[in-house]
């Protein structure tokens, strides 16, 4: 097998296997938008990329179709009390279930 590494726009291809070059930045925001921003957090390994994509992906939700959205948002917090309630099935209760 060929062993030769070709960089083709993002990606990297290694033999046949493909790896995504992630480049990074640093920006300067305001401590109180970092505090509202954590408040989005789902878990305390969740990243502030991964939060900021959820919410650029719910935003451009909002503009495509307004109401939708607003059902979707409603039913993720909907969601998200019942989990800090207990109200959820794990994935190994889930598996059991499925007989998986």
Do not use: C, W
Request: aromatic share 8%.
């Amino acid at each position: 097998m060929d062993q030769t590494m070709v960089m083709t726009g993002s990606y990297l291809y290694h033999g046949i296997l493909r790896y995504t070059l992630m480049s990074t930045t640093t920006i300067k925001i305001q401590t109180d938008t970092k505090l509202q921003i954590d408040q989005f957090r789902e878990n305390k390994n969740e990243s502030y990329d991964d939060v900021i994509r959820k919410l650029i992906y719910i935003v451009r939700n909002i503009n495509k179709n307004p109401q939708l959205s607003k059902e979707t948002i409603k039913a993720i917090e909907a969601a998200r009390e019942r989990i800090k309630q207990g109200h959820f099935v794990t994935e190994e209760e889930a598996r059991r279930r499925l007989g998986l």
